[in-house]
């Protein structure tokens, strides 16, 4: 059965810090690995990830696949207080219509 | 708002009541998708549709859960029967036919079962 965990649980900053949140899968048919952002209800879609070594970036956000281990990393730079949310991994199967969620990583971060 | 919206945001129930959420997804996308979320968890598929044909529905929880998206638009997910675990987010999404994952979700139902 395909798995996905997400480490640490919940993370507390400072506004400026930088964190580092991890997630390992397996996966039998692997696709493409997914990070999503959830404020309140609804997560947004962040990074797609499908080849190892080559690293998404937008703005303080970046992320990289490491397929031969099965890990990726999400880094958050310089965080501000409206980054503050759960952070959700995800992979998709073969047909890259299910996603295997995470069980997510709460980040705070204070001001 | 072109987005995905949900319909109704919060529903509280009675043990044994049955529920039925709607879910309007973005216009041009043919797939739509059900996830539950229960507190502290990631998303849990359920179900989804490429336009009016239900594609997967080997990990809906139970014969009590059942969805349907009849003419290809919108879609209901019913829940006969309703006991306490039923308690959730329930989740929609949407997607054009081949994102790998880019889903588009709505703000959910979150199901109180009494």
């Known amino acids: 059965e395909d798995k996905v965990v997400q480490s640490p649980l919940s993370l507390v900053v400072h506004e400026g810090d930088t964190v580092t949140l991890n997630c390992s899968y397996e996966?039998?048919?692997?696709?493409?690995l997914l990070w999503y952002k959830q404020e309140k209800k609804a997560p947004t879609f962040l990074f797609m990830l499908t080849s190892s070594g080559i690293e998404k970036k937008s703005g303080r956000l970046s992320s990289i696949l490491d397929k031969k281990e099965l890990f990726s990393i999400l880094n958050i730079t310089a965080t501000q207080t409206g980054d503050s949310a759960v952070y959700l991994c995800?992979?998709?199967?073969?047909?890259?219509?299910?996603?295997?969620f995470g069980g997510g990583t709460r980040l705070m971060v204070k001001p | 708002d072109t987005g995905v919206s949900q319909d109704p945001r919060h529903k509280i129930t009675k043990r044994g009541q049955n529920v039925t959420f709607r879910c309007d997804p973005i216009?041009?996308?043919?797939?739509l998708y059900w996830y539950r979320q229960t507190l502290g968890q990631g998303p849990e598929f359920l179900t989804y549709f490429q336009n009016e044909a239900q594609l997967e529905k080997s990990r809906l929880l139970s014969d009590r859960f059942s969805a349907e998206r009849p003419k290809g638009s919108f879609s209901t997910l019913e829940i006969q029967r309703t006991e306490q675990g039923d308690s959730a987010m329930y989740l929609c999404?949407?997607?054009?036919?081949?994102?790998?994952?880019?889903?588009?979700f709505g703000s959910g139902t979150q199901l109180s079962v009494l």
């Open positions: 995800a992979n998709t199967q073969n047909a890259g219509n299910m996603l295997t």
């Open positions: 216009s041009e996308h043919n797939r």
């Open positions: 996966v039998t048919n692997f696709r493409s």
């Open positions: 999404a949407s997607s054009p036919t081949a994102t790998a994952g880019k889903l588009f």
